[in-house]
Each structure stands twice: as C-alpha cells, then as structure tokens.
DNA sequence: ATAGGGTTAG
C-alpha cells in the first residue's frame, strides 16, 4: 500500500474517493468485479437457424461477389430479416474491408434494424486493421447518434481501437459521451482500455486525470492500467514518474518482460545507459527474461550513446541466454568500435562472427579493415574473400585498405600498392611486400587516387601527388574536382602560385568547374603573400562566379599588412571588397582597427570602427577590447571608459581583456587607485583576473611609490591560484629597483632563479645601478661579476647599455670596488663594449 | 570534402 500511496502523491491526490460519486449501481457491480484481459467482445452466438443461415450465406454472396442492380430486390427482402447476429456472422465471413464496410452500412439503414455493441466493434476491428481513420471516425458519430448502448467491456475494446488508431480525443470524447447518457458504464477494464488510447497520444495530463477518476472509485490498479501510464511518462520524457510507476509494478510483482523493455528502450533513447544497464543487471532478481528484440534495441541504443562498453556487456548476456545472433548487432558494434580504434574489441566481434557462422558484410569488413593493427590483419580479414565478392564490393575493400595505409601514415605503402595494381612503376620493387596479393582485387579507381594524392599531398610529397595525378589520364581513370582542389590547395600552402593558376585553368577548360573551394585556395595563397592586388582581382573573379571569399583568408591579408605598417591599405581592401558588393566579417575590420591603433592613427581607428557601426555592423568584444586599449595606450582613459559604458549598453560582457587594459590605462595615467576599483569590480562580475592583470597592477603600485602594495599583490595573486610568470617578476623587480629598494628586489631575482626563470639582461643592469644609487657598490660589483659575459652583452638593449657604461664607470672610481672592477675589464668583454680608454 | 579568424602585462 505504501507504494500506491507514492503514485497517488504523484497524482496529487489523498482522499479523492469521496469527490467523485461511483458511477454505478449495485446492480452492475457484478460487471465491475471481473476485468476480463482478452480485447476482443466474447460472442456467444446462439444457434442459427436453417432460414437464418440462408441469410447470411445470400447476403455473404452477394456482397461478396454480385453487388448490381438486379439484386435489389432480394437485398430490400433480406434486410427485413436481418438481426445483429446474422451481421455478426456476415461481417465475419466478409474478408475485403471494403466489402464488409459497404454491408455494414448497408445494414445500418435497413428499416427496424440497429447496429449493436458487438457489430459495432466487428467493423471498428476491421477498420482500425487497415487503418481507415476517417471511416472510424463516422463510425463514432453513428455510435453516438443511435444512441447504442455498449457493455464495459464492449465499449473498452472500440476505445482501444481508436486508440490504436491515434484518435486519442474521439476515444476520450466517446467515453465521457457514453457515461454522461448512461449508454455505457464503464468498468475498470473499459478505463484500461482509455488510459490505453490516451497513452498514444502521449498527453501526460489527460492519462493522470483518468487515473485520479480510476482511484477515486477505489479501483485497484492492474498491470493494464500501469502499462500505459509507464508508456505515457517514458514517452514525455518524465523519468521520475515513470520509476514511481514502475516501482511500484514491482512491488506488486506486475513486472514482466515487457514492462522491462519499455522503461529499458526509454533510458536507452534518454541516454540513460547506465541506469539501463543497472536494471538490466537486476533482471535475474526480478525472475524474468528479456526477449531478444528488445536486447537489440537496447545495443543499437547504447552504441548510439557512444557506450560499447555496456552494448558488448548486453551482447554476452545474451549469448549466454542463447539467443540467436544479428548481423546487425554486430555491423553497429564494429562500427562504433573501429571509429574509436578499440581493434582488439572489434576483431574479437569478427572471430565471434566467423565461430557463431555470420557472414560479415562489405560494410563490416571494410569498417575492420580501417582500424586494423597490421597488415597480417587486413590480409586475415581479406583472406578467401577475393573471389566471393562481385567487382563494386572488391572496389570498396581495395580502397578500405589505401584509406587504412594513408591514415597509418604508410604512405609510400599506399603509393606502391596503387602503383602495383595499375601496373605504373613506383620506383620500388612490390612483389615481395605482404600486401601483395591486395593488388589482385581490384582496378584503381578516382576514389583509389584521391586517397593515395590526398596522402601524398599531406606528408608534403606534393611532386609525386602531381606525377601520378598526371598518370592519370595514361591508364584511362577519371580525375574529378576533389583531385584538383586538393593539388591546388596543396600548391597553394607551398606558395607554387603559377602552377596553381596552371591547374586552375585546365579545371576551367575541364568538365570540372572549379569551385569555391578551389577560388578560396588560391584566393588563401594570395593572402598569405599579401598581395592585395592579386587578391582583389581573385575577389572579383568570385564575384562573377558567386563564391564567397573565406573571412580567415582576407583576415590574416589583413593582419599581414598591417604588420608592415600598411593599415591604410588594408582598410582599403575591405573598402573594395564592400565595392565589389561583399561585406567583410567584423574579425576583418578589427584586425585593421588594431593595425591603425599600433601604427599611431588612434583616431583613423575610431573613424572606422563608428563606420561600420553606422553601416549597421555590430561590433563584437574583442573589436571593443581593440578601440578601449588603443585610447588607453593614448592615455584617453575616460574615452575608453565611455566605449566600456557603451559595450555594456550593447550587452556585451566586457573580458578580462577590456578590464586590463582600462587597468593598464589608470596605471599609466598615475591614477593606480583607479585601477584597483576596476580590480574588485571584475571579481564582483566574475571575470577572474588573470597574470596579465596582475602583473599590470604591480608594475602600477611601483610606478606610484607603493612597493608594498605591490608585494602584497603577488602574494594575493598566488593564494588566488594565479602563478606569477617572469614578466611578473620582471616587473616586480625593476619596480622594486625604481623605488630604491634594490634588496627586496634581489630577493625575487633568486625567487627566479629557484623557478628556473630567465630575466632579460637589462634586469641586472637595473639592479646594478640601484645598488649603486643605494650605496651597496660591493652587491653591484657581486652582480656585474655574475652576469658578465660575451653573450649577456649582446642581448643586452639600446637603453641598458649607457647606464651599464655609467655603474661600471662609478664601481671603478669607487675605493671599494675600483680593484674588482679592473680585474674584470681585463678579462675582455666589457672593454671593447664600452671603449673605456679614458678610465686608465 | 572543405576554416574558425581579430584584443591585454615588463
């Protein structure tokens, strides 16, 4: 009772057995007591008569066979003789739908003659068998409109056949019609058969209000009242609910094979594999069996979640239980099992196969042969078969077996096996290779040579992809457009423009026209070259032909030419491709903006990016990002603040990109506080701050005298799980050295060391003049010993050099240092550096 | 059988 309790809670109901009054009367109680399982209406026919028996066999006759004018007569006679079970037993003997349906209505207008329950549902039967969904439906107005009265039991199986039939609202109307006129009062078999109906419209709503009506005449739910609220939640996806259900099945031990597989289908369709796994595991508790078709449906299930693991844990159950293998089960495991390249598992499946008799199809063996280990394998697999297979299948294997080499990267392999078969010499002898007797089973075909040339072409052997695209033709084999879009692609990377123009042209004198494919490959090599010009004209080319040029190729022609400081030119070509009717990507557009802000044209930049806002483009974060760092680096911050408060307007969620450099903007304007607001305000909008940040801020607290702060920065960034890169402490330490505190700064400086960080030289030169300044000359003589070498002085910077002239002039004049020093001008370097011919 | 691009710190 517990348990029924929880479906009830489900139903949100607790004493609903007084709301509703019982529809029925002591008198027709008996009905109730029995639920009779089997649909169909129990006809026990009284004997027939001889005349009755000639009546039916007229009527059988003559609509079976003769149906004209001359019988009319005879028909008007018959149909005053005519009693519901005489049209039973015609209805019964009439095979065609058709035909029967013809009689039935027929009947129907035969004066003093009214259908019953029983032909009712004859004819419903038929009808819901070969799914005359209109004719059902008029056959529930005539149940309506002559008032027939209808058994519980009879009226169960008509709703069970419009259910059947999806008419999901005419059985739900029907049945509320019949027990508010008192024609039917229904039983708990006539509700089973409604929540049945219900169940396959699939209206979870509908079938719980149902059920609350079944409760609240205090009905014991049977397993076919259960079945179809389990069906109806599996199908709506209520998880929850339909385990409420099913639990309580269980509990009343209702639960057999096929209560199993609907919930087991369902959590495999949910993607619930382990749950079905789990409860597929709990079947043997349960003592029952699960039948074959559902174990099918459940390893074609989890195989499509991608679990193989659970599906071959199904598939040795069920070969213990000794059920008869599918070839299907198989071809999916296999197939999932190559994809992931678990072999051993999918060469087991095939020794399985081969034991239990399965013949493998094309299909399986060419998924085997793609992730075999080796080339005994292939042979294992393609072993006896040569013969067996017609020509179109032994085509699929060979070229299975050129995809596995070129994907193993066995290229050469590859090369010579097609070389072998179409008789081409491949410079190297092939008879002795294992894979010989594979250059018996088939002819080279265009797929053959786009999987060898595609392979060739991507481990960089692009002369002998061109040399056997050129053979080719010598052996009569068909080239095709994926053959001269990988070449030119290929010729393209490599810069060879001329001869991807060469292809080109012979594609367009071809029957393979080029495609967008192939414009936007030479289209990319232009890019890459950054030729604007040649890249305009191939844009124009594209207009004529409608193909669209690849954002990433015009992009990186941007960048390209920005970064030779040609941002103008580059603004130019997006202004011709908007010519020429394109509109290039808002990524375009930013790259230019930011080649304008790098070369100095801050407000060139601002004129473009509120040109394309006035355009109607909508400019993206990082397209903000570039116009906010442009003004910061310009020192215009509260403009930068403004383009935040805009970006923020627009929805756009600033990144910590925008927050740096706004952060970097106040710290460079010297107002570090400000910056530190932008710190808490990114943490309060969970934009973690990153080392960039940091590292920003700590530069920025030493730059305004805050040394400490600055420390306790890093410290902070540390417990933040943020890790201090070099130029962190590279900040730290020359920030460190600018506010007089070379010691501190030292401290780091082995901190880097311990990291096994390298700081540039001019950090050194930093820290030996702080020491100088701070009067340490012995630490900045200590230092300038350390670090002073050939090498050191040659990575050392413009700006570094003078002050290193300047503290080693210092250490040598001073008392205390003046001998160290000498002893290393000596030495050699530092001399020829610095030319001091004036120390003496 | 066809991509995924532009921004920040010493």
Redesign the pocket.
Do not use: C
């Given at each position: 009772m517990a348990s029924f309790y929880r479906l009830k809670k489900l139903l949100n109901i607790y004493q609903c057995t007084h709301i509703l009054q019982r529809p029925f009367t002591k008198s027709n109680l008996s009905t109730l007591s029995s639920t009779p399982i089997s649909p169909k209406p129990i006809n026990t026919l009284p004997s027939i008569s001889q005349e009755n028996s000639r009546i039916i066999y007229r009527l059988v006759y003559i609509f079976t066979k003769n149906l004209d004018s001359s019988k009319t007569q005879e028909l008007d006679e018959l149909g005053s003789k005519i009693t519901t079970s005489i049209v039973e037993n015609v209805l019964g003997k009439i095979k065609n739908w058709r035909k029967a349906h013809l009689f039935f209505n027929w009947a129907k207008n035969q004066e003093g003659y009214f259908h019953n329950c029983h032909t009712f549902n004859i004819m419903a039967e038929c009808l819901s068998g070969v799914r005359q969904i209109a004719s059902m439906r008029s056959l529930v107005n005539d149940v309506v409109k002559f008032q027939c009265c209808f058994t519980p039991h009879g009226l169960g199986f008509f709703i069970r056949c419009l259910g059947s039939q999806g008419l999901v609202n005419e059985a739900n109307e029907l049945f509320d019609h019949m027990k508010r006129m008192g024609l039917c009062v229904p039983n708990s078999f006539t509700y089973n058969c409604l929540l049945d109906a219900i169940s396959k419209g699939g209206d979870v709503g509908l079938i719980e209000l149902r059920l609350k009506e079944m409760c609240s005449y205090g009905w014991e739910l049977d397993k076919y009242a259960y079945m179809p609220v389990l069906q109806c939640y599996c199908n709506a996806r209520k998880f929850e609910n339909a385990l409420v259900v099913f639990n309580e099945m269980h509990e009343k031990e209702l639960v057999d094979a096929h209560v199993l597989s609907i919930l087991l289908v369902s959590f495999s369709k949910w993607g619930k594999v382990d749950k079905a796994f789990e409860l597929v595991e709990r079947i043997g508790d349960l003592n029952i069996s699960l039948n074959e078709k559902t174990c099918f449906v459940l390893i074609h299930g989890f195989v499509r979640e991608g679990r193989t693991d659970k599906a071959l844990q199904l598939l040795d159950k069920m070969k213990k239980m000794g059920f008869v293998m599918d070839i299907s089960v198989y071809g999916v495991l296999i197939e999932e099992l190559s994809r992931n390249k678990e072999i051993e598992k999918a060469m087991q499946l095939y020794e399985d196969m081969n034991v239990s008799g399965i013949r493998p199809d094309i299909k399986i063996l060419s998924d085997l042969i793609s992730c075999v280990r080796d080339e005994r394998d292939m042979i294992r697999i393609l072993e006896g078969r040569y013969e067996n297979l017609d020509r179109k299948a032994r085509m699929l294997l060979y070229n299975s077996v050129l995809k596995r080499l070129i994907n193993n990267v066995s290229t050469d392999k590859a090369y010579q096996l097609l070389c072998a078969s179409a008789c081409l010499d491949s410079g190297s002898d092939f008879n002795e290779d294992n894979l010989f007797p594979v250059k018996e089973l088939a002819c080279p075909n265009t797929v053959s040579f786009e999987l060898v040339i595609d392979g060739l072409c991507r481990a960089d052997r692009l002369e002998l992809a061109l040399s056997l695209f050129r053979e080719m033709d010598h052996i009569g084999c068909k080239r095709s457009?994926?053959l001269y879009?990988n070449l030119i692609d290929s010729l393209s990377r490599s810069g060879r423009l001329n001869e991807c123009y060469e292809l080109f042209n012979e594609m367009k004198q071809s029957e393979f026209q080029p495609?967008?494919?192939t414009y936007?490959s030479i289209f990319g090599c232009l890019c890459r070259q950054g030729d604007d010009a040649g890249a305009l004209s191939m844009v124009k080319e594209m207009r004529v032909h409608g193909h669209q040029p690849?954002?990433?190729y015009y992009?990186l022609l941007m960048?390209k030419l920005c970064k030779d400081g040609q941002a103008v030119k580059a603004s130019n070509f997006l202004a011709d491709m908007v010519q020429e009717g394109y509109l290039p990507?808002?990524?375009?557009y930013?790259?230019v903006i930011?080649g304008l802000v790098k070369i100095k044209q801050l407000d060139e930049a601002l004129n473009l990016f509120r040109g394309i806002c006035a355009r109607g483009y909508c400019?993206?974060?990082?397209?903000y990002?570039?116009i906010i760092?442009g003004l910061c680096?310009d020192k215009r911050v509260l403009e930068a603040q403004d383009f935040l408060d805009e970006m923020i307007d627009k929805g756009l969620a600033p990144?910590?990109?925008?927050y740096?450099?706004l952060i970097?903007g106040w710290c460079?304007t010297g107002d570090v506080d400000r910056a530190i607001v932008y710190l808490t305000r990114m943490t309060e909008k969970e934009r973690e701050p990153?080392?960039?940040?940091y590292?920003?801020l700590i530069?920025g607290l030493c730059n305004s005298g805050k040394p400490d702060d600055a420390i306790r920065l890093l410290v902070k960034m540390e417990t933040n799980g943020c890790s201090p890169?070099?130029?962190?402490f590279?900040?730290l330490i020359?920030?460190l050295c600018k506010c007089g505190k070379p010691d501190d700064a030292l401290i780091y400086l082995h901190e880097m060391e311990r990291k096994d960080m390298k700081?540039?030289p001019s950090i050194y030169i930093v820290l030996i003049d702080a020491f100088i300044k701070n009067t340490n000359p012995n630490e900045a003589c200590d230092l300038l010993q350390k670090v002073v070498r050939d090498e050191f002085l040659q990575d050392l910077n413009s700006k570094s050099r003078p002050i290193l002239k300047e503290a080693i002039l210092s250490l040598s004049v001073d008392p205390r240092t003046s001998s160290n020093v000498k002893i290393l001008l000596e030495e050699g370097p530092l001399t020829a550096l610095c030319n001091f011919s004036e120390i003496g």
């Open positions: 457009v994926l879009n495609t967008h494919y936007n690849w954002i990433k992009t960048q990507d808002v990524v375009s930013s790259a930011n400019p993206d974060v990082v397209a990002n570039i760092n680096k990144s910590v990109v925008t740096n450099s970097d460079k990153n080392v960039i940040t590292t920003t530069d890169n070099r130029i962190t590279m900040a020359s920030g700081p540039d």
